[in-house]
Structures are given as C-alpha cells and as structure tokens.
C-alpha cells in the first residue's frame, strides 16, 4: 500500500513520516492530525473514567455523608485541650520560699503517636510580658483519664504577677495550637 504526498504528488510508501522527494511531513497532514486527536481523546475519555469510579467508590464507601465526620481518638493528629486551672503551692527550704505554679486542662483529643509533640506552658502578667515557661513532651503529661492533668509546673522564688496562661502545642518544631486562659488570681494563695 502506498500514500500521495499533498504537496508534490509523488506516491510514496505507506509508512513513511516524510515525502523522500520534497520532505513534506506526513504528520501534518489532516488525517494524522485526526488520528492524534482521536488517541489523545481516547487517553481523556479513560482518565475522565477512572476519575469517575474512584469518586463514585469514595461516595459509596463514606455514605454519601461528609458533614458530621468525627475521627476516633487513634485518628486524630492533632491535640485539643481546655485549660481548667492555673494553681500554685511553696516551699520552705533554709529560710527561702519557692513558688510553684501549674495549669491543669482536660485533653480532649491526643494523638495515639505522640512522638514529636511538645506542650509549652507560658506564664504571663497583665502587661503581657512572660514571667516564666515550661516544656515537656506531651508523652511525659498525657495519661488516660477522665480529670484535669496536671504540667506546666514552674517554680520561682519570687511571687509572680499572673494575669493569664499559654499552652502551646509543637510538633516537630512547629506550633500547631495555641490555648490561652485568664489566670483566677484568687485561687494562687500567694496573691491573697
């Protein structure tokens, strides 16, 4: 079988890209241009399809429900947490006072890998000026329980001005949530 060059008319072999005696290239032609467009479409029409079955499958294996998705606490990578308490207590030890001052929260939700997390607990006054900070691995304050856990202790041996508490939580060096709370001052003895 042979084909005829467009441009010269010289009939040339049916597998050739170019015309060998005036170098015309076959795949400008209109039927080469056809066929590419109909592979191409081919190609468009299978991923459109593919498409399609894996959104159909996500529906179907979600419900159909997105709304009211809540993850189980082994799913969550995140930390959520209400502080309850900013507390305090001193110590004598040869004739000087401490004062150690702590924040309780309930965790509400905490990672089942808690490799890499870190709570930073920030103290500050009303002027907003950071009065003291402690910084533990979430492994070393997280337990199971249903009460307000205890961290964040920091002891000074001065009585310290407190207006309000940060909790920061850091993963891998990044902060991923802040909380912060008004310190109750009538409950640090020390202020009464």
Same mark, same amino acid.
């Given at each position: 079988?042979?084909?005829?060059?467009?441009?010269?008319?010289?009939?040339?072999?049916?597998?050739?890209?170019?015309?060998?005696?005036?170098?015309?290239?076959?795949?400008?032609?209109?039927?080469?241009?056809?066929?590419?467009?109909?592979?191409?479409?081919?190609?468009?029409?299978?991923?459109?399809?593919?498409?399609?079955?894996?959104?159909?499958?996500?529906?179907?294996?979600?419900?159909?429900?997105?709304?009211?998705?809540?993850?189980?606490?082994?799913?969550?990578?995140?930390?959520?947490?209400?502080?309850?308490?900013?507390?305090? !207590? /001193? #110590?004598? &030890?040869?004739?000087?006072?401490? *004062?150690?001052?702590?924040?309780?929260? =309930?965790? +509400? $939700?905490?990672?089942?890998?808690?490799?890499?997390?870190?709570?930073?607990?920030?103290?500050?006054?009303?002027?907003?000026?950071?009065?003291?900070?402690?910084?533990?691995?979430?492994?070393?304050?997280? !337990? /199971? #329980?249903? &009460?307000?856990?205890?961290?964040? *202790?920091?002891?000074?041996?001065?009585? =310290?001005? +407190? $207006?309000?508490?940060?909790?920061?939580?850091?993963?891998?060096?990044?902060?991923?949530?802040?909380?912060?709370?008004?310190?109750?001052?009538?409950?640090?003895?020390?202020?009464?």
């Amino acid at each position: 079988m042979s084909k005829t060059c467009p441009k010269c008319g010289k009939e040339q072999a049916d597998d050739v890209k170019f015309c060998m005696d005036c170098g015309y290239s076959f795949s400008n032609s209109p039927s080469a241009k056809n066929s590419g467009l109909l592979s191409n479409g081919k190609i468009f029409l299978a991923i459109i399809a593919v498409i399609l079955i894996f959104g159909a499958a996500f529906i179907l294996t979600s419900g159909g429900n997105t709304n009211n998705v809540t993850a189980d606490v082994d799913d969550v990578d995140h930390v959520d947490l209400t502080i309850t308490d900013v507390l305090d !207590y /001193d #110590s004598s &030890y040869d004739n000087k006072t401490s *004062y150690t001052i702590y924040t309780e929260a =309930l965790f +509400l $939700d905490v990672p089942s890998d808690m490799k890499g997390y870190v709570v930073k607990t920030k103290y500050y006054d009303k002027n907003n000026t950071l009065l003291g900070q402690e910084s533990e691995k979430l492994s070393n304050v997280y !337990y /199971d #329980s249903d &009460y307000s856990i205890s961290f964040g *202790y920091y002891t000074s041996y001065k009585k =310290l001005d +407190l $207006d309000h508490v940060n909790v920061e939580i850091v993963k891998s060096g990044e902060t991923i949530d802040n909380f912060t709370a008004k310190i109750d001052r009538n409950k640090i003895d020390y202020l009464n």
